[in-house]
């Protein structure tokens, strides 16, 4: 298993990962299987997304529309810690993805990258793992 650092500025922040995922490929030698992608944060996620300004802002947009920052969250008033939002978006994107392997590398669509996505509050250090699976594993 491979693992990383990603420094976020939290608030939606999205984090282009691609390359931190191909070199865990890359190390690993697999020419066909998956990789599974992990965040072990309850207030991040990971998925996939052109990683473009305009979508990027549109996703930003569209998971503060979906769980507004300023709504009263029941977690905020048992924590206190003011990111009952963050824990929300984070469980509808989820903390893992998986991508096919294919010839040693990512089987994606032209734009598609994978993505970090911090939703706390305040800038955070987050840890990613990736575990790279062959067909004989």
Partial sequence: MTKFQVSTE????IVNISSQVKEAINSSDVQEGIALVFV????????TIEHEEGVIQDLK???????????????????GDGNGDAHVKAALIGPNLMIPI????????TWQQP????????????EVMVKVMGQDD
């Fill in 10 to 13: 939290g608030f939606n922040d």
């Fill in 40 to 47: 072990a944060h309850s207030t991040a996620a990971v998925t």
């Fill in 102 to 109: 294919e010839g040693g590398k990512l089987h994606l669509g």
């Fill in 115 to 126: 993505v970090l996505i911090d939703f706390d509050n305040r800038p955070r250090q987050r």
């Fill in 61 to 79: 947009e569209a998971a503060e529309s979906l769980a507004p920052r300023d709504d009263n969250y029941h977690h905020n008033e048992t924590a």
